[in-house]
């Protein structure tokens, strides 16, 4: 919640899969809570991924146990309860909107910006707001709807 501590875009033409993940979490992210956030490997780790087939595959959910990171879990099939689309990938949008980009390292740049741009109160909103619909779906028979 208290700001983004590792953006890493994804090549083009690279699929996504648990070996790919997998490096990144090791080799990107890893490095980047230690670099960013100093302690907070020590102190505990809430981690939250959806479902995806590379998130949720031997080999990484491997990686994370090792790690003793506490993963946050997310409902199956419910998209309803990602804390990015509801709130972050809007505020991108807003300062993104009508921009037209050149190359692919003007987007990344753009998106570097609009991502340093967001206050802290957008990810605690974010967050907030994620625990509201899982706490609707969990009334609502796992069902959420907006």
Known sequence: MNGVILRWPVPICTTINAQYYKKVLQDKLRPAIRKNRPGLLESGILFHHDNAPAHTAQAVTDVLAGYKWELLEHPRYSPDFAPCD?????????????????????????????????DKCSYVTAFKDRLQRIEKGANNGGCYVE
């Open 86 to 118: 509801f709130h972050l990938f809007p505020k991108m949008k807003e300062h993104l909107r009508g921009q037209r980009f050149e190359t692919e390292e003007d987007i990344i740049q753009a998106t570097k910006v609009a991502i340093k741009n967001l």
